[in-house]
């Protein structure tokens, strides 16, 4: 199915595509319905905290009421969770090379961007490291910082990992709590990542554009990872032989090897850094939403398998084309509206299901996850309760659902029960085909996945014989993702959301009526997050 089929009405566009494929709960429609609601310019991108995001919430706690799912969050349906923002004022920084004495300030945007997920110290000045991927696994006996001095230096870093860490290990390790704690403890005081330019979903142009919104973090001490950090930033991979001048070795060299995820030297830069910077801080309040259809068997109603999403996107941001509100209809409009649309499936046509089925629509994760870290570390259940949690973020419906990739599809048996729901409805699944792009850290499922709950996410794979399907999905990320234009003006196949819905209802369904709950395999990285206390 082609791009071209939107120019037909939606209804005419249902009846050709549900001819080909056969689902019984779903139409593809309401789901739609629900996107426009979340996605309209009104609601302005449902930025975290922000009254559209507030809107959204309101428009989601309307329709699980009338499906007739009962709150289960801390009041009413809501967990509130509170937030730092944190908003550069980049006319008062400045990131400056220094090499003998000579300064070459970089420009802001166009060379670098400061980070401020981790709060910049005022004042900065650092020699510089290249280190590799900058990463120990020691499960790999892996150690990008085995014999090199970094006390009191900012490493600089190239996105990605060797091709002997495998991906979702590699993801792990790649998460800014999991880095920092290495770099923590070998005296490290800050980072700059180079965007290792083959795993760029989008280009540095737009990346640049999105440094103006503010940043958050979750605001409890018990979530701050990256305690001694000084200073983060991202240099733009066409600037990046500026730091490698003078030191032996070339960008060029680093990101033809690194494409091919082949091991990466490790040396002194010629350079170090002097930068200044200035942040304002203000406190932001949000809230998950949590709902439960209640199970019925007397041993196991107290169980729950979760089906999450994110309601919040990034809000309003710098024009593109002349548009400002960043809509989210697919990121993630479409895994809030699956939400929906399941509690209404399950009024519909209930179940006879043993456990219950917890809906969490969380906040914040566009702003890293945040949402679900604060629900995960504080479930309005009993931690121990949860069985499962099956995310949906983006799955992008834009071609007919033959192929599936499943994240995590090889942890846990969860992933064989994916397998089996989705090749009974005639759909392949494959694991992550793509690991430098670390999705497995990237959305919401991770949280629960570091609190031992097995987890998996689905999204729409293009035919990997079909380089028109491979340029479809390509062109998505490239202009859509985190654009303005992810807007209900999109080609979408709503037959394909259909039977992906139902997929996701099926598993549902065979996990929450499984006399075991899905336990991790036992080569398993992640599995040690179970075993934990
Ligand atoms: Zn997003």
Known sequence: ??????????????????????????????????????????????????????????????????????????????????????????????????????????????????????????????????????????????????????????????????????????????????????????????????????????????????????????????????????????????????????????????????????????????????????????????????????????????????????LDHVGIGEPVNGDRIYNGAMDNGSGSALVLDMAASFKKNPEKLRRSILLVLVTGEEKGLLGSKYFSAHPTVPPKSIVADVNTDMFLPIVPLKLLTVLGLNESDLGDQVREVAESLGVQVQPDPEPLRNLFVRSDQYNFIRHGVPSVAMSFSPDPESPEQKKLFKDWLTYRYHAPSDDVNQPVDLAAAAKYEEIVRALLISVANDEKRPQWKPDSFFRRYAQTP
Request: glycine share 8%; hydrophobic share 40%.
């Open 1 to 310: 199915m082609k791009t071209k089929l939107p120019a037909l009405p939606l209804a005419l566009l249902f009846v050709i595509s549900a001819a080909a494929q056969t689902t019984s709960h779903f139409d593809g429609q309401t789901w739609w319905d629900h996107i426009k609601v979340l996605a309209d310019d009104k609601l302005e991108g449902r930025d975290t905290g922000s009254p559209g995001e507030r809107a959204a919430q309101a428009y989601a706690i309307e329709q699980l009421k009338n499906a007739g799912a009962a709150p289960a969050g801390t009041d009413g349906f809501y967990q509130p969770v509170k937030f730092v923002s944190r908003q550069i004022v980049e006319k008062d920084c400045s990131f400056t090379l220094v090499r003998d004495g000579q300064r070459e300030p970089l420009t802001l945007g166009e060379d670098a961007i400061i980070g401020t997920r981790v709060m910049p110290a005022r004042k900065v000045e650092a020699p510089l490291v290249f280190v590799g991927y900058g990463l120990q696994v020691p499960e790999k006996s892996y150690d990008d910082f085995a014999g090199l001095d970094i006390r009191g230096k900012i490493v600089v870093i190239f996105s990605g990992s060797p091709s002997e860490i495998p991906g979702a290990l590699a993801a792990h390790y790649q998460t800014a709590a999991q880095r920092w704690k290495v770099l923590r403890a070998a005296g490290a005081i800050g980072t700059i990542s180079l965007i290792n330019p083959a795993s760029m979903d989008i280009p540095w142009s737009r990346i640049a554009l999105n440094r103006a919104h503010p940043t958050m973090d979750l605001d409890y001490p018990e979530f701050h990872e990256t305690e001694g950090a000084k200073f983060t930033a991202t240099v733009n991979p066409a600037s990046a032989e500026k730091l490698f001048a003078g030191s032996g070795h070339t960008f060029a060299e680093i990101a033809a090897l690194g494409k091919d995820r082949k091991p990466l030297p490790h040396f002194p830069l010629a350079v170090s850094l002097e930068a200044r910077t200035k942040v304002e801080v203000t406190k932001v309040r949000s809230a998950n939403l949590v709902a439960k259809i209640p199970g019925t068997d007397p041993a196991l109603k107290d169980e729950y398998v979760v089906l999450s999403a994110h």
